[in-house]
């Protein structure tokens, strides 16, 4: 197993309170909904896969029947088309390009078919045949097992390769396997994923840190292209008084704990801070641990909030309450100072496309057991800053978009190091890219 | 307008003699199996049954049918290996009689079939109609099993067979006499024309066709699977109305072949019904419909095509009956200097681009996709095109990280984006239809009359001419 000794035991309690949210299609259900895609041509759901799944293609092929054939139609653009068809927000993807909402009809339920498939393939025993038999002699190191190292190793594998994928954590994934959350993509379906990586004979080097110049010269000496795979920096931190106290955990922490086994319960009221996706996945995730009130705090209105407006409605069906245009000033503990007691507020102005600023009013508490911090993730800077010859943009890697090539010839990049902090399906797509140019650098040079 | 409140009569008179409260019969078939059955069927509004084909009993086989599924809709064509009655004749005729005397005013007509000798036929005609049949069918048709041992399409196939039993059965029938043809021919006139010269009355047209509906994949065992084998059945159902079309007007257009014809064939609601009147038949049968959704069909038959004859100002049903027969004609009379060509309308179209794909593989190449980027000398082929569109990089929206597309003036005034909508090459487009039969959308591509500023001329005239003017040189 990639896991290597360290594996992860599903707890029954958490596997209860986070059911799939979209719950796989039964066969005839399959069948009746891929027989309502009409075949487009040069499909827009395709195009706006950012990793360009031949939609219609598989979709025709689970119609016939053929669900192997549909898998492998998905596999041949996304490695990771298991979690993809999980966690894709579709609804401004394949799904949100679909002709038949211009039909005045409901787009076809691509992610749900894209599982139908997958779910197959895993379930039958998943095996893939590379595209190269022989072994070649050139070798690739991957930074970081996210998805878009994993993607990057499995082009590279299937052409031939010999890639390494290293990580810090004892499992690989990245966000895929400890940031989703599991009523989106279960933890053991992410590792199941990335066993048909391994299975292709991707090797996996965990609790290895690539952090210092030295390991990157040994790194040089022993690979002959570097992906780098990273992702992003910690959390950003709150920056008020009392963060430090027991009972304020970051949204990946949080998401971390309770898909890793070890947490099954949150604060009796908790509140969150901040309105991205990860923030509504730490809100919805709180209530499931039997939070009795989860309180989103954000400070802007409902129609700047970052996260897409689907999981905003999702978060307010599953009773999040949000409170808008305020901002946390302080954490305060109880009496004893031994856990949150509040969070101090100020109330905020938002003028149209202008910054907040504070309004007099005065400042407002919210009781609470629990303050989860969701305020975006900081770019890896101190890291990046140490890889000599590699240009950076912003906090970002700099890179040529169709390769993934980076300011210096040996290192390519890709994923949320490069993005920002974008969708697994942009990681792979990055990823996939990457790995076709190293692979045609490695063959023009070693030809 | 005395026409939209008075309702359009339905009754029929098919031949001398035999009429009907409406056109609408059921077909010798499961559904006319026995008198309760045909009862049920007239308390539901049918006019007319035609009984179970009646003669020698026979035993029957498990399974029966198999039907072909298509995209998601159960029996679009339908198949059996069940053979005539297998009731004992004195139930038949007794069961008859009784429905005859419950429902005088209905049409019960008996479908006959006996091995080929002359008194066996005598004896049959005399018995149904001493039960009280209006009228007679002869099964001429049966392509299965009964074909094997002498009777059924073995008769129909053969015009010397199928006129020597017409006559026979004439010699003794009182009531009109139709006879059933079988498609299972090369030309289902020559056979027409021996019933006609036989004497019958009228035609009933067509019955089943061969068939085999496919085989299990995982058995290799064909359907109807009976006992790991199987055997060519009779196909019917919406799949087979076109054929049907063709052959009521062959039949129809002949006059050696011409009688009232009671049409059959995939008929499963009222317009279906309305074509087959609309080409000459005098009433229509009805199976495979009712064996999937049961009689109760017949409510919208029989409403529909009331509300499309007052639509249309048709009081009865011979106002109509036959008005397509004339609009069909020989290929060498149609008018080559008619010209239609396809014209997209922008804001129906979703950008599905079937027309696109259809026109370039499966016509003439005249539907092209460069209104955002034309194309210079020749046009970009479907290939070209979907490798350009695999090479964009897309990536997920995500407000905070992007900025703003400035893609907007590209997307043109309509829903779908200027670049998705096909363009059609008026000049190229030779008028085939094609692209508006793909088109998922209605009314979004229209064929446009366009005027070639020449008088009609047929194939048939422009030989003509043709030859006239070699011959003046």
């Not at chain 1, 290597?4 to 039964?26: L, R, S």
């Not at chain 1, 930074?143 to 004892?170: H, K, Y």
């Not at chain 1, 008084?241 to 949080?254: K, R, W």
């Not at chain 2, 793909?438 to 009359?449: K, Q």
Request: glycine share 8%.
């Amino acid at each position: 197993m990639v896991t290597g000794d360290k594996a992860i035991v599903e707890n029954p309690v958490v596997a209860a309170a986070f059911p799939d949210q979209h719950p796989p299609f039964e066969p005839q259900a399959a069948l009746i909904e891929s027989q309502r895609c009409l075949f487009c041509f040069d499909a827009p759901c395709t195009n706006a896969c950012p990793t360009h799944i031949d939609v219609p293609r598989f979709i025709k092929k689970i119609s016939t029947g053929n669900l192997r054939g549909s898998a492998l139609a998905i596999l041949d653009a996304n490695i990771l088309g298991a979690s993809c068809s999980r966690v894709c927000p579709v609804d401004v993807l394949c799904e949100g390009a679909c002709v038949m909402q211009r039909h005045g009809k409901e787009p076809i339920e691509i992610g749900r078919l894209q599982r139908h498939a997958m779910d197959y393939f895993y379930r039958t025993g998943a095996s893939l045949r590379r595209k190269e038999t022989a072994e070649r002699s050139e070798k690739v190191a991957c930074i970081g097992a996210g998805p878009a190292s994993l993607a990057c190793a499995a082009e590279l594998r299937l052409r031939g390769f010999r890639v390494a994928v290293f990580d810090a954590r004892p499992l690989p994934g990245g966000l895929n396997t400890y940031g989703v959350a599991e009523y989106k993509l279960r933890a053991v379906d992410s590792l199941r994923e990335i066993e048909l990586i391994r299975s292709l004979g991707a090797e996996f080097r965990f609790g290895t840190a690539i952090d210092t110049p030295s390991a990157f010269e040994r790194l040089e000496k022993e690979f002959d292209a570097i992906f780098l795979g990273i992702g992003l920096g910690p959390m950003h931190k709150l920056g008020i008084p009392g963060e430090d106290l027991p009972g304020v955990v970051n949204a990946l922490q949080f998401i971390e704990e309770y898909k890793t086994g070890g947490r099954t319960s949150a604060g009796r009221r908790t509140v969150v801070v901040g309105a991205g996706n990860t923030a509504i996945d730490a809100a919805r995730a709180a209530k499931r641990l039997g939070a009795e009130e989860v309180r989103i705090v954000y400070r802007r209105d409902a129609p700047q909030m970052p996260a897409f407006s689907f999981e905003f409605e999702h978060a307010r069906e599953e009773g999040v309450i949000f409170q808008w245009r305020s901002r946390p000033v302080a954490i305060r503990a109880n009496s004893a100072g031994t856990a949150i007691a509040s969070v101090e507020c100020a109330t905020v102005e938002v003028p149209v496309g202008g910054t907040t600023k504070p309004t007099p009013s005065p400042h407002f508490e919210i009781a609470c057991d629990m303050v989860i911090p969701a305020i975006g993730q900081s770019p890896l800077l101190e890291f990046l800053e140490k890889l000599r010859g590699i240009t950076l943009d912003r906090g970002r890697v700099r890179v040529d978009r169709a390769t993934g090539r980076t300011s210096s010839p040996r290192y390519f990049a890709g994923g949320d190091c490069v993005n920002g902090g974008r969708e697994v399906v942009d990681a792979v797509a990055d990823g996939k890219r990457a790995g076709e140019a190293i692979a045609e650098m490695l063959e023009v040079t070693h030809a | 307008m005395p026409e939209e409140n008075t309702t359009p009569s339905l009754a029929i008179e098919f031949a001398p003699g035999l009429v009907s409260p409406n056109p609408f019969w059921l077909a010798s078939a499961p559904p006319t199996n026995c008198g309760e059955q045909v009862m049920r069927a007239f308390d539901a509004g049918w006019g007319g049954a035609v009984w179970k084909t009646i003669g020698e009993p026979i035993t029957n086989v498990s399974s029966r049918y198999s039907a072909v599924d298509w995209n998601g809709q159960r029996v679009m064509g339908f198949n059996n290996i069940e053979l005539i009655t297998d009731r004992p004749l004195e139930t038949n005729l007794r069961e008859i009689s009784e429905v005859k005397k419950r429902y005088p005013k209905h049409t019960v007509i008996v479908s006959l079939m006996v091995e080929s000798k002359r008194e066996a036929w005598h004896q049959i005609v005399r018995q149904s109609e001493d039960a009280g049949a209006d009228g007679l069918e002869l099964n001429f048709g049966c392509p299965h099993g009964m074909s094997e041992r002498g009777m059924g399409s073995a008769v129909g196939q053969v015009p010397e067979y199928t006129e020597m039993i017409t006559s026979w059965v004439k010699e003794k029938a009182r009531t009109p006499v139709l006879v059933k043809l079988t498609p299972n021919i090369t030309d289902i006139r020559t056979i027409a024309r021996a019933a006609k010269r036989g004497g019958a009355d009228g035609l009933s047209a067509i019955n089943t066709l061969n068939s085999i509906t496919g085989i299990d994949l995982d058995t290799f065992v064909p359907r109807p699977n009976v006992g790991g084998r199987s055997s060519h059945g009779g196909y019917c159902g919406p799949a087979v109305k076109p054929i049907a079309l063709n052959m009521v007007q062959q039949v129809l257009s002949d006059p050696a072949s011409a009688l009232p014809v009671s049409g059959i064939g995939g008929i499963s609601d009222w317009r279906d019904a309305a074509e087959f009147l609309l080409l000459g038949c005098s009433s229509v049968q009805v199976c495979t419909a009712v064996m999937h959704y049961g009689y109760r069909i017949v409510e919208d038959m029989i409403d529909g095509l009331q509300n499309w004859m007052r639509e249309k100002g048709f009081r009865r049903v011979q106002d109509f009956r036959g008005r397509s027969l004339p609009r069909v004609v020989e290929w060498k009379h149609l008018n080559l200097n008619y010209k239609i060509i396809a014209h997209i309308h922008e804001e129906k179209c979703i950008g599905c681009d079937l027309c696109y794909t259809a026109c370039w593989d499966g016509a003439h190449q005249c539907i092209h996709l460069d209104r955002i980027a034309p194309s210079g000398n020749g046009h970009a082929t479907p290939a070209e095109i979907e490798a350009a569109s695999r090479r964009r990089i897309a990536v997920t929206p995500i407000p905070k990280l992007d900025h703003p597309q400035a893609s907007a003036a590209e997307h043109g005034p309509y829903p779908t984006p200027l670049e998705r909508i096909p363009r059609v090459d008026e000049d190229e487009c030779v008028g085939c239809n094609l692209c508006s039969l793909v088109c998922p959308v209605e009314n979004c591509i229209t064929m446009e009359e366009v005027s070639l500023n020449l008088p009609p001329e047929s194939w048939e005239e422009r030989v003509a001419r043709q030859s006239r003017s070699t011959e003046c040189r």
